[in-house]
Nanobody
């Protein structure tokens, strides 16, 4: 059974940092491109970042470029999202999912969602 579990969310002040984790079970993470997504109340889901199976290709949405860094440790079956210089507009539930390729277009069709982790940026 394919399962992704997100963790690491929380409350942080503007300008702060958080590191999210996406842990995989039930499948071989090495073969899969993983994407991070977020959804704020009343807003559409946004593809934030993705990383290819080997880590050689990454993608970032313009809204997070230069502030977020995606990485993976296939031995630990985990993908990370390091979020720095957080802004109130980054507040959302963050999800990870598998995607076919690490491109903006492929990010529109994610699969195997996790349950999400809440990130709140507020003073």
């Amino acid at each position: 059974q394919v399962q992704l579990v997100e963790s690491g969310g929380g409350l942080v002040q503007p300008g702060g940092s958080l590191r999210l984790s996406c842990a995989a079970s039930g499948f071989t993470l090495d073969y899969h491109t993983i994407g991070w997504f977020r959804q704020a109340p009343g807003m559409e889901r946004e593809g934030v970042s993705c990383i290819s199976s080997t880590g050689g290709v990454t993608y970032y949405a313009e809204s997070v470029k230069g502030r977020f860094t995606i990485s993976r440790d296939n031995a630990k079956k985990t993908v990370y999202l390091q979020m720095n210089s957080l802004k109130p507009e980054d507040t959302a539930v963050y999800y990870c999912a598998t995607v076919l390729r690490c491109t903006a277009q492929a990010m529109r069709v994610p699969a195997n969602w996790g349950q999400g982790t809440q990130v709140t940026v507020s003073s």
